[in-house]
């Protein structure tokens, strides 16, 4: 078992301290972090307790899962490893297409484009996208 441990369903308005505070009772609390929305400050509802042993991880489970902290039931077990997540779509630069350019911003290729997930959707080439050896903007029509 870790000392790492998970706490869901936090009071919104529950910040670090009070939550090393709540978890204190049960030995040496190493750090607590309240996980907060980037953009608005505001709490997103759970955070990580880093517990000094084993021992005292497992005493703090049993002590506050499923107990009250200002009105509202805790779930507390133990933090797993973050899974890996799948690559994020980008709207900057657009696809590179099988001759080197690139489509510009909003992407889309000219559907001979592969990739190892299977083949990239069809459409234009985006704004500012890369003119073809006919001089037509791959943005104007999206086919040649």
């Not at 190493?30 to 400050?41: L, P």
């Amino acid at each position: 078992m870790g000392n790492k441990l998970y706490v869901g369903n936090l009071p919104y308005s529950v910040r670090d301290a009070e939550l090393g505070q709540a978890f204190a009772a049960f030995g040496s609390v190493v750090s607590a972090k309240v996980m907060m929305e980037r953009d608005s400050g505001r709490s997103k509802g759970f955070g990580f307790v880093e517990m000094g042993s084993d021992a005292e991880a497992q005493a703090a489970i049993e002590g506050m899962h499923d107990k009250p902290l200002q009105g509202r039931n805790l779930v507390v077990n133990e933090a797993r490893p973050m899974e890996p997540r799948p690559p994020r779509a980008s709207f900057g630069g657009g696809r590179r297409d099988d001759r080197g350019g690139y489509g510009g911003f909003g992407g889309g290729n000219d559907g001979r484009f592969r990739s190892p997930y299977g083949p990239g959707p069809r459409g234009n080439g985006g704004f500012g996208g890369r003119r073809d050896d006919r001089g037509f903007d791959r943005g104007d029509r999206g086919e040649y």
